[in-house]
């Protein structure tokens, strides 16, 4: 993934209602949404829901395919994956990242 990408990539969803969107689409994975029912989770006019659709599809995020008279919008699993080994390329100096535990306090009796 080149940077243009990836800065058009986040641009797209460092907007709010944009960001609300894109994490409920994901949250159904392959199955996807219409736009109606987007409008019916997440309050948002269909004028404005098309416009954040667009920029969403258009900066890869999300998948659109018409069913009959439906559009189902789903996420782009691949850019996702793409985008985060981006992030984390030479994560950790090249090294592999070992989570470290996190210890929980013990409260004093």
């Known amino acids: 993934m080149k940077n243009t990408h990836a800065v ?20 159904r994975g392959d199955e996807g949404l219409t736009p109606s029912q987007i ?40 850019l996702v994956q793409d985008l985060s080994e981006f992030l984390l390329d030479n994560c950790c100096g090249g090294n592999v990242c070992v989570p470290v535990k996190v210890m929980k306090k013990v409260k004093p009796i």
């Open 8 to 27: 058009q990539v986040f641009l797209a969803l460092g907007q709010e209602s944009r960001l609300n969107i894109f994490r409920l689409i994901v949250q």
């Open 39 to 78: 409008i019916e989770k997440l309050g948002i006019p269909n004028a404005t829901l098309s416009f954040h659709l667009k920029e969403l599809v258009q900066a890869q995020l999300l998948l659109v395919e018409r069913q009959s008279r439906n559009l189902i919008y789903r996420p782009n699993a691949k």
